[in-house]
């Protein structure tokens, strides 16, 4: 049994390592300890028969108003305020996207994953529970 791993910006050692640690591993075993939620997409990969387990992490795009109120001045006893609104838009952020392989047997065979903030994601949820 062939097993290939592709870590298109190994950017971690333990990313890599914790990635590389599922390898030989039944995809259900995967499922169940990483999130499925938020993020994540499973497809089947026509050309080779794979299914694909992807996760994407990062921060989606969000919102919000401030407003400053400030001292501009006096009039006698008066003090004279002016308050600022302002809208913020704040994009969203890609930190990791990484794909689970697996076979025709269920087996994951290799992966992928690319950003420059996988650690914390790859390495929270950590290698196989079962070994």
Known sequence: ?????????????????VADSWLGHDASELLVQWPVDRGFTSYEVSKT?????EYNFGSEAYSY??????????????????TTNEHHDVAAEHHCTVTFYANADGIISRYEYDGVKCAPYIRSWGRPKNR
């Open 65 to 82: 108003d401030s407003s400053n109120t400030q001292a501009v001045g006096q009039m006698g006893n008066t003090l004279i305020l002016q």
């Open 1 to 17: 049994m062939s097993f290939s791993a592709h870590a298109t910006n190994a950017y971690s050692k333990a990313s890599t390592a």
């Open 49 to 53: 028969g794979e299914t694909a387990y």
